[in-house]
């Protein structure tokens, strides 16, 4: 029996990446999953390793930068269990176009529909939920772009995600009375999908070298499984080869 059994988790963003690791992590510790992200064959290829891993899950499509469409999974959520213990707030994307001398009006509006707005539809759909049942956990995958502002990632990437690190910490300044926690995850690079939006290729050794979903998707796990008197509000999880720091070594070099 694992830590979470009888608990309920929604993962968005699912499909792939961290959310795809940490649906797999939180079902291997009991969790019933509810996968959530804008593609259903993403979601089937999750939920048929958690099958083969012996956990259970449901797919639920949906487009998170659609207030409707978050409403309507949380509505069945609460409709089928009753509850929702742990929400991974996962989903995210960025654009090739990201500099400010590319970005456009219709790019700002994905990158931060897409990053920002999806967090905050999703966790104003669970929080009536958890305070009926007096407690539950919100992860929140920001960035260290989140914390220090990046060209690399884009401005627009940027502002979003130093969005969801503000918004996680007011989560537990107004809900910490209703036994809600929140944490913010702020990950450096990690070999992803979204690496493939970089304006200038990664090579594999690169890849290799990074911070992996499955790593990110155990820290997820841990801190679901933390007692419900303890938060940790903010983690930031890096690759030991940082390539950021390595770069500054090489300058300092020149």
């Known amino acids: 029996m694992g830590s979470l059994t009888g608990k309920v988790a929604w993962v968005t963003g699912a499909g792939s990446g961290i959310g795809q690791a940490a649906a797999v992590a939180l079902a291997k510790e009991g969790a019933i999953v509810v996968l959530t992200g804008r593609r259903k064959a993403p979601l089937e290829a999750t939920a048929a390793m958690i099958k083969k891993a012996g956990g259970t899950s449901v797919s639920k499509p949906a487009d998170l930068m659609k207030s409707a469409s978050v409403n309507k999974v949380a509505s069945e959520i609460a409709r089928k269990y009753g509850r929702l213990d742990i929400l991974v707030n996962n989903a995210g994307l960025n654009i090739q176009q990201r500099s400010w001398k590319q970005l456009t009006p219709k790019g700002v509006d994905e990158?931060?529909?897409?990053?920002?707005?999806?967090?905050?539809?999703?966790?104003?759909?669970?929080?009536?939920?958890?305070?009926?049942?007096?407690?539950?956990?919100?992860?929140?995958?920001?960035?260290?772009?989140?914390?220090?502002?990046?060209?690399?990632?884009?401005?627009?990437?940027?502002?979003?995600?130093?969005?969801?690190?503000?918004?996680?910490?007011?989560?537990?300044?107004?809900?910490?009375?209703?036994?809600?926690?929140?944490?913010?995850?702020?990950?450096?690079?990690?070999?992803?999908?979204?690496?493939?939006?970089?304006?200038?290729?990664?090579?594999?050794?690169?890849?290799?070298?990074?911070?992996?979903?499955?790593?990110?998707?155990?820290l997820i796990r841990y801190i679901a499984c933390l007692p419900p008197h303890i938060v940790i509000n903010e983690v930031m999880i890096n690759p030991t080869w940082n390539r950021g720091y390595v770069a500054s070594l090489q300058r300092g070099k020149s």
Request: aromatic share 2%; proline share 7%.
């Open 111 to 218: 990158v931060v529909h897409g990053n920002l707005s999806s967090a905050f539809y999703c966790t104003s759909a669970v929080l009536p939920i958890m305070r009926k049942n007096k407690g539950g956990v919100l992860i929140h995958t920001s960035s260290v772009a989140g914390k220090v502002p990046s060209l690399l990632s884009g401005p627009a990437y940027s502002a979003a995600k130093h969005g969801v690190v503000a918004m996680s910490h007011t989560i537990n300044m107004e809900e910490c009375v209703n036994g809600i926690r929140s944490c913010v995850v702020c990950p450096g690079e990690v070999a992803t999908p979204i690496l493939d939006k970089r304006p200038i290729p990664i090579t594999p050794a690169e890849r290799k070298r990074m911070a992996q979903s499955e790593d990110v998707g155990d």
